[in-house]
Nanobody, 123 residues
Framework: VQLQASGGGLVQPGGSLRLSCAAS????????IGWFRQAPGKEREGVSC????????LYSSSVRGRFTISRDKAKNTVSLQMDNLEPEDTAVYYC?????????????????WGQGTLVTVSS
């Protein structure tokens, strides 16, 4: 199983970025992909997740209304559209995968992790 995250970069406050997570190496029908982030000196935080079975989603309160998670079934990728970015969104963002139906933002639920992509929001 491999997860490849991409799309990070430097953006000004109020700007947008789109992260992508390409998943490969498995043929499960039921799985969940989540996005997490870790800012310097802080614990890892669950941001959003999406279930492959019915595309149900979950968002943390800190990003709800600004971030949108989506899935491209054909390409087996999950994207995180991040709008109205704030300096507090600066972090390394990771995508993670778990087999099953339960959507959760608890990192212990996820067994496979991709490498991180850095998002910096600064003027």
């Amino acid at each position: 199983v491999q997860l490849q995250a991409s799309g990070g970069g430097l953006v000004q406050p109020g700007g947008s970025l789109r992260l992508s997570c390409a998943a490969s190496g498995f043929t499960w029908d039921y799985y969940v992909i989540g996005w997490f982030r870790q800012a310097p000196g802080k614990e890892r935080e669950g941001v959003s997740c999406i279930a492959a079975s019915d595309s149900s989603t979950l968002y943390s309160s800190s990003v709800r209304g600004r971030f949108t998670i989506s899935r491209d079934k054909a390409k087996n990728t999950v994207s995180l559209q991040m709008d109205n970015l704030e300096p507090e969104d600066t972090a390394v963002y990771y995508c993670a995968l778990t087999r099953g139906l339960l959507i959760s933002l608890e990192d212990q639920y996820y067994s496979k992790w991709g490498q991180g992509t850095l998002v910096t929001v600064s003027s």
